[in-house]
């Protein structure tokens, strides 16, 4: 690991200023990538900015029709939420089965919806309720919010906040998790909030988390499994590794968006 | 460097260290608690895992300074060096949980956590389940999923010695 100085700011705006002051400076979440990934020299940021001394970002809130998860709230604490756990489910329940238990203690949401991988779970629930993320400077809906592998919206000295997620009447999440690591191979969460439904698949493609809008459109008929028996997406787009081929995957997100949908329903 | 101040099983200890210093490298170079173990040193195996503030994580995934001031529980602070050991190490040697006993460690830290979370009464799947991220290499997990169903059974009433 290269050499780095820490820095514990107090404040939102401190740790923004960091970023702005100090050169290669990133920030630090729970760490459960950033660590391994410094670990292997794949980052060596000169200045590590710890956000855990940074108060009132964590907690779970309802706030009218909507759920606002601090940034730095872990998994354990999204799984474990009784207000979550009534009001979105299928959130918990996504939450629960990221990696394994010593990660949900200090992984938390900010820090996986920032880093945006293609395989997380959090970038499926995030699109997939149309949940808006809040930062120091603006709102930034999810469908803005992802750009690609490992590429977000946010700019430099911008700092998530907290995440909002809109109650729905439906949703599930379902995943075919990888056998060694527990990211998904292949995750479609699906939601219907009134009229609007989304189908949104993580793992599978090889610009990061996307929506399916032919299996949406089909849903808009009738919710049901049924109604997208047949369907498929073309595997011209799939990521395709060891793990699974391109046509393995778009296999998958037929099957898994059916039987989320079966979950929802 | 950067001073450190932590609580390492009941006892209050001090560090000045590199800032890239591990949890786990601090717990097995600095104070010599090497019953903690490094395995993968990516996060997946558990070897690593000891109690901060009373949860299980993976000490090979935390620096140091990220967690000044907090409890440690490590493997080495669940007996009295001459007294019996804790239920669930008991339990472990019982029902044989371990072969080489490398991952042991954290297996049992990961155990007592388990127990903590989800109560006394632990059936297979949420034991195989809540393991996902404890590897052992030698056996298999039969016997270890037996010693924790019988260690967290045996762990009611238990009083912690410290922290």
Same mark, same amino acid.
């Given at each position: 690991?290269?050499?780095?100085?820490?820095?514990r700011p107090?404040?939102?705006?401190?740790a923004?200023?960091?970023?702005?002051?100090?050169?290669?400076?990133?920030?630090?979440?729970?760490?459960?990538?950033?660590?391994?990934?410094?670990k292997?020299?794949?980052?060596?940021?000169?200045?590590?900015?710890?956000l855990?001394k940074v108060?009132?970002?964590?907690?779970?809130?309802?706030?009218?029709? &909507?759920?606002?998860?601090?940034?730095?709230?872990t998994?354990v604490?999204?799984?474990?939420?009784p207000?979550?756990?009534? &009001? @979105?489910?299928?959130?918990?329940?996504?939450?629960g089965?990221i990696?394994d238990?010593?990660?949900?203690?200090?992984?938390?949401?900010?820090?996986?919806?920032a880093?945006?991988?293609?395989?997380?779970?959090y970038?499926?629930?995030v699109?997939?309720?149309?949940?808006?993320?809040?930062?120091? *400077?603006?709102?930034?809906h999810?469908?803005?919010?992802f *750009?690609?592998l490992?590429e977000t919206?946010l700019?430099?000295?911008?700092?998530?906040?907290?995440?909002?997620?809109? *109650?729905?009447?439906?949703?599930?999440?379902?995943?075919?998790?990888n056998?060694?690591?527990?990211?998904?191979l292949?995750?479609?969460?699906?939601?219907?909030?009134?009229?609007?439904?989304?189908?949104?698949?993580t793992?599978?493609g090889?610009?990061?988390?996307?929506?399916?809008?032919?299996?949406?459109?089909?849903? *808009?008929?009738?919710?049901?499994?049924?109604? @997208?028996?047949?369907?498929?997406?073309?595997a011209?787009?799939?990521?395709?590794d060891?793990?699974?081929? %391109?046509?393995y995957?778009?296999h998958?997100v037929?099957?898994?968006?059916?039987?989320?949908?079966?979950?929802a %329903? | 460097?950067?001073?450190?101040?932590l609580?390492?099983?009941?006892?209050?200890v001090?560090g000045?260290?590199?800032?890239?210093?591990?949890?786990v490298?601090?717990?097995?170079?600095n104070?010599r608690?090497?019953g903690?173990?490094?395995?993968?040193?990516?996060?997946?195996c558990?070897?690593?895992v000891?109690?901060?503030?009373g949860?299980?994580?993976?000490?090979?995934?935390?620096?140091v300074?990220?967690?000044?001031?907090a409890?440690?529980?490590?493997?080495?602070?669940?007996a009295?060096?001459?007294?019996?050991?804790?239920p669930m190490?008991?339990?472990?040697?019982?029902?044989?949980?371990?072969q080489?006993?490398y991952?042991?460690?954290?297996?049992?830290?990961?155990?007592?956590?388990?127990?903590?979370?989800?109560?006394h009464?632990?059936?297979?799947?949420?034991?195989?389940?809540e393991?996902?991220?404890?590897?052992?290499?030698?056996?298999g997990?039969?016997?270890?999923?037996?010693a924790?169903?019988?260690?967290?059974?045996?762990?009611?009433?238990?009083?912690q010695?410290?922290?």
């Amino acid at each position: 690991m290269y050499a780095f100085t820490q820095h514990r700011p107090a404040t939102v705006r401190q740790a923004a200023s960091l970023l702005t002051k100090q050169e290669e400076a990133k920030l630090l979440a729970g760490g459960h990538t950033l660590i391994p990934t410094m670990k292997l020299r794949l980052a060596g940021p000169k200045h590590l900015v710890d956000l855990s001394k940074v108060e009132g970002l964590s907690g779970i809130e309802m706030k009218g029709r &909507s759920l606002v998860v601090g940034a730095m709230t872990t998994h354990v604490e999204v799984e474990t939420s009784p207000i979550m756990k009534e &009001s @979105i489910p299928a959130l918990a329940g996504l939450a629960g089965k990221i990696g394994d238990p010593a990660v949900r203690h200090r992984g938390t949401i900010g820090g996986s919806i920032a880093n945006n991988d293609p395989n997380a779970d959090y970038p499926a629930a995030v699109l997939g309720l149309g949940a808006t993320i809040i930062t120091n *400077k603006r709102r930034i809906h999810a469908d803005e919010f992802f *750009k690609g592998l490992f590429e977000t919206a946010l700019e430099d000295d911008e700092i998530i906040t907290k995440v909002q997620f809109p *109650k729905v009447n439906k949703a599930a999440y379902v995943k075919f998790p990888n056998p060694a690591s527990r990211y998904a191979l292949v995750g479609v969460f699906v939601s219907k909030r009134s009229s609007e439904i989304r189908v949104v698949v993580t793992g599978a493609g090889a610009n990061g988390v996307f929506r399916v809008t032919t299996f949406e459109e089909a849903l *808009k008929k009738r919710f049901g499994p049924k109604s @997208i028996e047949g369907l498929t997406v073309p595997a011209d787009g799939m990521a395709s590794d060891i793990h699974g081929s %391109a046509e393995y995957r778009a296999h998958l997100v037929g099957v898994l968006a059916r039987r989320a949908v079966a979950a929802a %329903a | 460097m950067t001073a450190v101040a932590l609580t390492v099983n009941g006892k209050a200890v001090t560090g000045d260290v590199d800032p890239r210093t591990l949890l786990v490298q601090f717990l097995r170079e600095n104070l010599r608690l090497t019953g903690t173990h490094v395995g993968c040193d990516t996060s997946q195996c558990g070897a690593c895992v000891v109690h901060v503030n009373g949860k299980a994580i993976k000490s090979c995934t935390v620096f140091v300074w990220q967690i000044e001031g907090a409890n440690i529980t490590t493997i080495e602070g669940l007996a009295e060096p001459n007294g019996p050991l804790h239920p669930m190490q008991e339990a472990f040697r019982e029902h044989h949980g371990l072969q080489c006993g490398y991952c042991t460690p954290g297996m049992i830290m990961t155990a007592i956590d388990m127990v903590n979370r989800k109560g006394h009464e632990l059936d297979d799947p949420t034991i195989r389940h809540e393991l996902e991220g404890n590897l052992c290499r030698c056996t298999g997990y039969h016997n270890i999923v037996k010693a924790i169903a019988a260690g967290a059974k045996a762990m009611k009433g238990h009083v912690q010695v410290q922290s």
